[in-house]
């Protein structure tokens, strides 16, 4: 199965990497993860939800840096791929960047991290409220700001 989807996060990716745009409800800078930027991505967890299976992706050095207790380096990506029914449904894409978090007041801000929700193709899934995402990622501060805090830390 892991090879299946690398291999379908490789292909997703690579066709739709040319199509990122700006966010389409509030201020967002998240790029669609192109083929260059898969190659530094590990599946680190799976997360099983009914029907839904997610796959979570981020780089190398964002592992190394929280095992290591860091913080995680601007520029890392951390990539939910939501499969259903054998397929890739959606992609929910996090993103860390310098000075990201001024965009947003001090009652919504997540640190550095903005957050958008991508179809397969590439392009920005309106059907997705961004804000909402940030609001439910607030209560993780102190793990990053991630769900998949401690499997991140326990990735080998």
Not at 29 to 35: G, H, K, L, M, S
Not at 58 to 66: D, E, F, I, M, Y
Not at 67 to 82: H, N, R, Y
Not at 123 to 143: F, G, L, P, V, W
Request: one cysteine or more; charged letters at 20%; hydrophobic letters at 35%.
């Amino acid at each position: 199965m892991m090879n299946k989807v690398t291999t379908t996060l490789s292909a997703g990716l690579g066709l739709a990497g040319i199509c990122a745009i700006a966010a389409w409800a509030e201020p967002n800078q998240v790029r669609y993860p192109t083929q260059d930027m898969l190659g530094g991505l590990v599946h680190y967890t799976t997360v099983r939800r009914g029907d839904v299976t997610e796959f979570m992706y981020t780089s190398a050095q964002a592992l190394a840096a929280l095992k290591a207790g860091e913080e995680i380096p601007d520029g890392t990506q951390v990539i939910l791929q939501d499969w259903r029914e054998g397929e890739v449904y959606r992609l929910f894409v996090m993103e860390k960047g310098d000075g990201f978090g001024d965009a947003y007041t001090d009652g919504t801000r997540t640190g550095d991290w903005q957050f958008q929700w991508y179809w397969p193709t590439g392009q920005i899934n309106t059907d997705e409220n961004t804000a909402r995402c940030r609001s439910c990622h607030m209560s993780r501060e102190s793990r990053s700001y991630l769900y998949t805090y401690n499997d991140a830390r326990r990735f080998e």
